[in-house]
Antibody, heavy 125, light 107 residues
Framework: EVQLLESGGGLVQPGGSLRLSCAAS????????LNWVRQAPGKGLEWVSA????????YYADSVKGRFTISRDNSKNTLYLQMNSLRAEDTAVYYC??????????????????WGQGTLVTVSS | EIVLTQSPGTLSLSPGERATLSCRAS???????LAWYQQKPGQAPRLLIY???SRATGIPDRFSGSGSGTDFTLTISRLEPEDFAVYYC????????FGQGTRLEIK
């Protein structure tokens, strides 16, 4: 059974740092790209960052570029999100999500097939 | 960045009725990059539809997706009590964006 379990959330002051973790099980970890998606209280979903299976390619939303760093340890089956220079607007539940890729004759499909339960990050003084 | 606009913002219907949710993209996207998710309060999103029209594993056949180019639709043919939730569309093009969501509430 595929499982994604986030941890590391909590209360942090503006300008502070936090590192989130996402422990994965039930699949070949290094074969999948992974993502972080956040949801501010009462708001919609916002994609934050993505990393390839090898960790060699990373992508960021403009809202976090230069402040957040995504990484992974394939020997530990764990995804990370290092968050620096945190702002009040970073307050959200942070989800990790696995990207599935399906290649058929005429198309390649991308979607998030498994999600963790989320971890809450609150940025406040 | 491709913006996805979902309508309506809130849809009030009764169990047994048909629900039609819309997702419009600011520019044409490949159907293979369009997905729909369901989210219930306090839960993570759940994949319903990928490739605009393919149901994910375990999703009942009352859920169907359609569309191409800039206009996509999620249809729930006959609402069950457990279907009342928030629904998001997502595109996976040059970047990844979600629509703002449609809340499906019991009338």
């Amino acid at each position: 059974e595929v499982q994604l379990l986030e941890s590391g959330g909590g209360l942090v002051q503006p300008g502070g740092s936090l590192r989130l973790s996402c422990a994965a099980s039930g699949f070949t970890f290094s074969s999948y790209a992974l993502n972080w998606v956040r949801q501010a209280p009462g708001k919609g979903l916002e994609w934050v960052s993505a990393i390839s299976g090898s960790g060699g390619s990373t992508y960021y939303a403009d809202s976090v570029k230069g402040r957040f760093t995504i990484s992974r340890d394939n020997s530990k089956n764990t995804l990370y999100l290092q968050m620096n220079s945190l702002r009040a607007e970073d307050t959200a539940v942070y989800y990790c999500a696995r990207r599935q890729t399906v290649v058929v004759v005429a198309a390649t499909y991308y979607y998030f097939d498994y999600w963790g339960q989320g971890t809450l990050v609150t940025v406040s003084s | 960045e491709i913006v996805l606009t979902q309508s309506p913002g809130t849809l009030s219907l009764s169990p047994g009725e048909r629900a039609t949710l819309s997702c419009r993209a600011s520019q044409s996207i490949s159907s293979s990059y369009l997905a729909w998710y369901q989210q219930k309060p306090g839960q993570a999103p759940r994949l319903l539809i990928y490739g605009a029209s393919s149901r994910a594993t375990g999703i009942p056949d009352r859920f169907s997706g359609s569309g191409s180019g800039t206009d996509f639709t999620l249809t729930i043919s006959r609402l069950e009590p457990e279907d009342f939730a928030v629904y998001y569309c997502q595109q996976y093009g040059s970047s990844i964006t979600f629509g703002q969501g449609t809340r499906l509430e019991i009338k």
